[in-house]
């Protein structure tokens, strides 16, 4: 295997403190679950994650459970196993990992946080179908195993404009798992607490987007590596204060790393943008072989999937429709396009890499030409890898190292 060529990458300083946010989110869970208070409920990814805290519930995320599976390769063992019982290794090897993990009575918790010895049990699963099918699945088999409630909102997919139409059906849709959930948490839905947890939730996106908006200075004090771990606040803490906290400091870091010149790369030749999931069981091995080509993959879809501009505590039903509805994942290609050719222009880039993720189509944007037509329209180049989030059967490092080498250098040729 070829020697990736040295270049120093950065890390930021409060990347230790997002660890330590991390682990007091993990451990509260546990010690609710083991107590059976406050409740547990668990959300999807961009479900609905504010009318669980407006009640009072932690809440888990079997995402970033499956997401860890991955970074400690503990997934592509696991994920024969589901597929024994039945859910296909064409389907979301989040899914696949996570059911494996279960059957097998394994996570990664317990090593990274000592004392924990399994995920929180669920008193509710809670979904929402914008960013595919699978999860409801994932979901309907622990709400069986568990034998726990399972309430969902189901979106709509391919969605150019959101109209007043998609809004009020998905408003409906939002204020009807209502009264399941005030059952589960055995009180009422507080508005005063709902509008508060929205306004947190606003203000951690908010943060977070801007935190993602610092990567447009030449050189980027970030990498889309680093922001797959420090996303950790925006995905799981939305709608608490700790995540608004965490990301003042790395807002902070980061204007201080724009104002003093200093790049996440000590040498940043090329400015990538990343569309579609990371390889979680090599975010290392990918960072170090694009810094080592002086390539800083800087900004990414993916990393931005958890700012929701919409919230507006004046409107919390109203505006939380929206803002789950107008995420790209739900969107169709042609405003996916314009979306990224905005990002393209504002983070200067040079080039980008589509991840077709194999089992996950709905973040591989790249099999029905969208590659050709934004490269035509831009004059940007791109580079298709194929891998997967998780199973790590489905890629090749050789080949993956290889495209990415030649891609560099043809960008190199354009300079
Ligand atoms: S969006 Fe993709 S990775 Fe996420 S749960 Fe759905 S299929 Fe899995």
Redesign the pocket.
Known sequence: MTEDKKNVIRRLKTARDLGKFMADYYYELDAAAKKGRPKVAWCTSVGPAEILRGLGFLTYFP?THSAMLGTSRMATDLIPKANAMGYSPDI?S??TADIGAFVAEVTPLSKVFPGIDSVPRPDVLVFNTN??R??QDWFAWYAEKYDVPLVGVHTYRGVLDVTPDHITSITRQMENIVEPLEKVAGRKLDMDELRQAVTLSRECSDLWEQCLAAAAAIPSPLTFFDGTTLMGPAVVGRGTQKAIDAYKLLLEELEERVENGIGALEDERFRIYWEG?PVWGRLSMHSKLFAGLKANVIASTYCSSWVFSALDPQDPFGSMARAYTELF?VRSDEYKEAYIKDKLKFFSIDGIVYHDAK??P??SNCRYGMPQRLEAETGIPSLTINGD?NDLRLLSDEQTRTNVEAFIEQLEENK
């Open positions: 995402e979301c989040y899914l960013q595919c699978d999860v999931m994942i089992t996950c709905y973040n989030l």
